[in-house]
């Protein structure tokens, strides 16, 4: 299959097929996602929490981000791959959100960047996009200002919340976004900002009304076990399958059935007598 572009995203939304998307942080999950025939693939700066372990995401760094999407670009080969620009890779000014998103197309080999914010981030939404860099929006719960919308909750739920969405999202398509993500947003404000809007939606915990779905790979296959969010779907319990796994490595050491002869390799009978005359000659010189 040939690599999604923006026009063929936004062809399958007119079209009326809602968009799958799935963040990812790695080659190897990357490969098995593209071959599954994802549409688009978001190196989410959740990696600092997700994979390394941290409380919230504001640890995760440009240089980071850059290794990650990395890997995951070359994984790739048909799904549309967006970089998450992280915590003050885009705030300080325009000209720095420009240069940041550029080292994720140039260095990262990515297809578009993704920043959260709305009409306090305009100004940087044009610039990227007059640079040619294609950007998706990010609404509702933003991670990156957790403390400031009182964190981890859903946005939106009453009226002047919900008119402030809808005038952001406008905003932001206005200023050059070519789809926006909606995460933990209430259903019908979903459903409602994406009748307005010309450019396609993306909902993560937000409803079933948006142009296209995503989740986190992670809590598609069970693979991270210290919270589940109501709005995740677990297709899979890998994380149980690898842990018995390892159960069983263990095990299998302290019985001493593993290694066994068909996981070793072997040395001609002439190479092994010549090596064990040189050892016995070693040992008999040390004594």
Do not use: W
């Not at 923006?6 to 939304?13: H, I, M, N």
């Not at 693979?223 to 969010?229: I, K, N």
Request: net charge negative; aromatic share 6%.
């Amino acid at each position: 299959m040939p690599k999604l572009t923006v026009p063929d995203l936004l062809t399958k939304v007119r079209e009326g097929t809602p968009l799958s998307m799935i963040t990812c942080y790695d080659y190897p999950s990357a490969r098995i996602i593209d071959r599954a025939g994802v549409d688009i693939v978001l190196v989410g700066d959740s990696v600092a929490m997700t994979v390394l372990g941290n409380p919230n995401t504001l640890p995760a760094t440009m240089d980071m981000m850059v290794v990650f999407a990395r890997a995951v670009a070359r994984g790739c080969e048909h799904a549309f791959v967006i970089g998450d620009m992280p915590y003050m890779s885009y705030q300080v000014s325009p000209s720095e959100a420009v240069r940041n998103a550029g080292r994720f197309m140039a260095e990262a080999g990515v297809d578009a960047v993704k920043l959260e914010g709305g009409r306090n981030m305009v100004e940087a939404v044009r610039s990227i996009v007059r640079a040619g860099i294609p950007v998706m929006g990010h609404l509702g719960l933003t991670p990156q200002s957790a403390s400031m919308i009182g964190g981890y909750k859903v946005q939106g739920r009453t009226g002047s919340a919900a008119i402030a969405l809808l005038e952001d999202a406008l905003a932001l398509q206005e200023a050059g976004v070519f789809s926006i993500l909606l995460e933990l947003v209430p259903a019908r404000v979903t459903e409602v900002i994406t009748e307005k809007l010309d450019v396609p939606t993306i909902s993560i915990g937000s409803g079933a009304g948006a142009s296209g779905h995503c989740q986190i790979f992670h809590d598609a296959i069970g693979m991270f076990e210290e919270f589940t969010p109501r709005h995740a779907k677990r297709y899979a319990d890998v994380g149980a399958t690898i842990r018995a796994a390892m159960e069983s490595f263990c095990q299998e050491i302290r019985d001493h059935t593993y290694p066994g002869p068909e996981h070793s390799f072997k040395i001609d009978r002439q190479a092994l007598q010549e090596f064990l005359t040189y050892a016995q000659k070693r040992t008999e010189g040390n004594s």
